[in-house]
């Protein structure tokens, strides 16, 4: 279900009629020629596409964050087709839509405004342009790995490129963020940046964005790169440093065209439950995020031989399908929930997991304790005594379990969030234990290619008959 606001903006977009030659020159060659639809699209009208696309067929996309969710065990899928991607069957199929999505969606429409702008000296457009596509490239390769870039994007004249590595993948997402903060510190610009969904046309918090996903982005390459923390604790004192910055795509209120992709879901389908690991975790912790992240059960309920109550909330184990266990809540899951692209909560435990590694332990702690307080705030459940009682706790996290510490925390604060899966990969932590119902007792790390690629591209990489355990190329073992 597409929401309201592509269905608005599509209906201006060109339709382009073939007409044929005619020798008669009493026929007018305007003849037809609709008027009400412009002869090309403004930037204005681009942007909101490309973002609300990026938002629900990517970023929020079931397609990419509920398969993982689920692998991360923030989930659990309880019957269909969630339950056999739950237990670690994900076919080239399963996933054609996604790479659609990524490269005929988004990709495409950001390379089309990024040129367009250029065209127009409209640097503050082209620059967002960058950005966007940065996101979608960083999507693309932590799922897939090697993904077509240099040849990609070119329609009819190479239906079949060649596949970049993921190495050099992610040069461009660095490269494509410092070329969206300079173009967008442009001084002048012929067209202001209007229509803007994210940040209502605020170039500064671009900017701070872009540095944001920079340390994102380096971080991510903490196995393979010396320099990754110092890199990450670098592009951090240029980002945003509080909530007023997160990256988000809002949904309309009340708005089923416009809606939460997961809540969406949920009414459509409702296959996926709350997992038995977030609830009892966040229910042993007293965590006032619970009400945010899952609905209380209505019926009394057993798991694992213990007796909930009405009102308890209970999620449903790794390969028990309990129809009756806690659904995701309306911190997630309601019609308005936001989609993050990249939040404050996030770039506070980044900088925390950055300064353990560096051997700053105290200023680690500091910076988780920021992060609790983000995502507390983020939820609108900042309760005082509560974060003192962590912040206690936190203070006597040894250092030698500190980083496990940081990213456990990282794992609830990130609830249905496609970083989590990120995370878990470089980090192993959360440790988890795989689905017991799945054939491979092994989590999945990594997407297999779509099947369109597959079947029309000779040069997608052939990864075997288990494409799901092969590793991406920043995910050493």
């Given at each position: ?6 269905t608005?903006?599509m ?8 007409v ?8 007018d060659s ?13 930037m204005?009208l ?11 067929d ?6 990419l964050?509920?398969?993982?969710s689920?692998?991360?065990q923030q ?8 339950q056999?991607?739950?237990?670690y ?10 790479w659609?999505?990524v490269?005929a ?11 367009k ?6 640097p503050?457009?082209e620059g ?5 596509t940065?996101?979608?490239l ?7 790995n090697d ?17 970049d ?5 992610y040069?461009?997402i660095?490269d ?16 202001s940046?209007s229509?803007?969904?994210i940040?209502e ?7 701070e ?10 971080i991510?390459?903490?196995k393979r ?18 909530n007023?910055g ?5 949904y309309?209120s ?6 939460n ?11 996926i439950r709350?997992s ?7 229910t ?7 009400p ?12 694992n031989?213990d ?5 308890s ?5 790794a ?5 009756n266990?806690?659904?995701?809540g ?7 929930s ?6 404050y909560?996030?770039l506070?435990?980044i ?8 051997g700053?332990?105290?200023?680690a702690?500091?910076?988780l ?6 995502s ?13 009682m962590?912040s206690?706790?936190i ?16 794992w ?7 970083e989590?899966f ?8 959360p ?10 007792q ?13 079947t ?10 288990e ?11």
């Amino acid at each position: 279900m597409k929401h309201n606001i592509l269905t608005k903006i599509m209906s201006f977009v060109l339709l382009v009629l073939v007409v044929s030659s005619c020798s008669k020159k009493w026929i007018d060659s305007d003849i037809n020629t609709n008027p009400d639809a412009p002869a090309d699209v403004p930037m204005e009208l681009i942007l909101p596409t490309i973002e609300a696309r990026l938002a629900f067929d990517v970023v929020g996309s079931n397609d990419l964050t509920r398969t993982q969710s689920m692998w991360i065990q923030q989930m659990t899928g309880i019957a269909r087709q969630s339950q056999a991607e739950g237990a670690y069957t994900l076919r080239s199929g399963d996933v054609n839509n996604l790479w659609g999505n990524v490269y005929a969606g988004v990709l495409m429409d950001s390379k089309q405004l990024i040129d367009k702008a250029i065209a127009l000296e409209s640097p503050h457009f082209e620059g967002v342009g960058y950005i966007l596509t940065a996101v979608t490239l960083g999507i693309a390769t932590d799922n897939w790995n090697d993904i077509p870039w240099t040849d990609a994007l070119q329609g009819d004249a190479n239906l079949t490129p060649a596949f970049d590595s993921q190495e050099a993948i992610y040069g461009v997402i660095q490269d494509y963020l410092s070329k969206g903060i300079t173009a967008l510190s442009s001084s002048t610009s012929v067209f202001s940046l209007s229509g803007d969904i994210i940040f209502e046309g605020d170039t500064q918090k671009w900017i701070e964005a872009a540095y944001a996903l920079k340390a994102r982005y380096a971080i991510h390459l903490s196995k393979r790169d010396n320099n990754a923390y110092s890199e990450a604790l670098n592009h951090l004192g240029n980002a945003f440093t509080s909530n007023s910055g997160n990256m988000y795509y809002s949904y309309g209120s009340g708005d089923v065209n416009n809606a939460n992709p997961l809540y969406l879901f949920m009414q459509d389908r409702g296959d996926i439950r709350v997992s038995f690991q977030i609830t009892d975790l966040l229910t042993t912790l007293g965590d006032p995020r619970l009400p945010m992240f899952a609905t209380p059960i209505s019926d009394t309920m057993e798991v694992n031989g213990d007796t909930y109550l009405p009102g308890s909330y209970v999620g449903a184990p790794a390969g028990q399908p309990l129809d009756n266990a806690s659904s995701p809540g309306p911190g997630i899951a309601s019609s308005n929930s936001k989609t993050p692209f990249i939040t404050y909560a996030e770039l506070a435990f980044i900088k925390s997991e950055a300064l353990v590694q560096t051997g700053d332990f105290n200023g680690a702690r500091q910076a988780l304790k920021d992060g609790l307080e983000a995502s507390l705030n983020e939820y609108g459940v900042f309760d005082q005594g509560w974060f003192d009682m962590m912040s206690s706790e936190i203070d006597m996290y040894p250092d030698d379990e500190l980083l496990g510490a940081i990213m456990v925390h990282k794992w609830i604060a990130m609830m249905y969030n496609s970083e989590s899966f990120v995370d878990w990969r470089r980090t192993g932590f959360p440790t988890l234990t795989p689905n017991p119902d799945a054939a491979t007792q092994e989590i999945p790390r990594r997407f297999p290619y779509a099947s369109d690629p597959i079947t029309y591209n000779p040069n997608t990489p052939d990864l075997g008959n288990e494409p799901l355990w092969q590793r991406v190329w920043w995910d050493v073992e």
